[in-house]
């Protein structure tokens, strides 16, 4: 089987894939066009985030048996479509998610002991204690949103605090040890702080707008590690300016291209972003909440580990 791979990605999965008899071709540069005109040749392709995969660019792949996406989403996909002509669709969620729940943690923490400012403050000269007091993580209870992989991961990463943890998720069933599964009301009615965990789909794009913010019976702390679009930024922007919500940390932005590297698709800021960037309570990260040196090997085994599964 050949294989071509569309983003440099860990040594690891060119080597023991070539160990494992496959005829492996990397092509990092060429247009999407290009790369369309000789997908055919291949049984396989491997891609992170390059562009994105239609129907047009399925329907060349003629030969195609499976896409290996080295990430946790596949929404640069059009997967009902690969689905359809019988490709086999492999991510590597379980790759980079104890990373994604360190990141998470790490962003909670220091928005709670304003560890941002103060850097910054004591650096430029002042020495202001009263005014970065910080909070502590006891007693609050904390709302996940999506509890696959990366949610139980930060679940798990908070067994250590005395906090409750809840979750919503579409699927029943999912709670665990370290999270009791509710409905969104209850959630909304008890989180101080809300983390999302949810993929890029139908269902979450624009989920997190005012009547959604609104919903919540307090204010409270929005952590954003998942995808960027499901925040509404400016619905965002203005519960920030009114209290509603305490805080955020956002390592993904509505404005991201999807290909997950650039940030805008044009030159223009939107006011709302300069504001976050102007925002003391707002900790922004440029979308390596699950983007580790561990995580870099990881994801790169876990495709090898599945393609070798159903292949070899």
Partial sequence: MKILHLDANHPLLLNQLNDLGFTNHIDYTSSKAEIESKIADYDGFIIRSRFSIDKPFLDAAKNLKFIGRVGAGLENIDCDYAIKKGIYLISAPEGNRNAVGEHTLGMLLSLFNKLNKADKEVRNGKWLREENRGLELDGKTIGLIGYGNMGKAFAKKLRGFDVEVL??????????????????????????????????????????????????????????????????????????????????????????????????????????????????????????????????????QTIVDKIQAKFC
């Fill in 167 to 300: 979750c919503h998720d579409l699927k029943t069933n999912v709670g665990d040890a370290n999270a009791k599964q509710v409905s969104l009301t209850e959630l909304q009615e008890k989180s101080d702080v809300l983390s999302l965990h949810i993929p890029q789909t139908d269902l979450t794009l624009n989920m997190v707008d005012s009547k959604f913010i609104n919903g919540f019976k307090k204010p409270f702390w929005l952590i954003n590690t998942a995808r960027g679009k499901s925040v509404v930024t400016e619905d965002l922007v203005s519960a920030l300016k009114s209290g509603k919500i305490l805080g955020a940390g956002l390592d993904v932005l509505e404005y991201e291209k999807s290909s997950f590297e650039n940030l805008f698709s044009d030159d223009n800021m939107p006011d709302a972003f300069q504001y976050l960037i102007a925002s003391e309570n707002v900790l922004l990260t440029p979308h390596v909440a699950g983007w580790t040196v561990e995580s870099n090997i990881k994801l790169a």
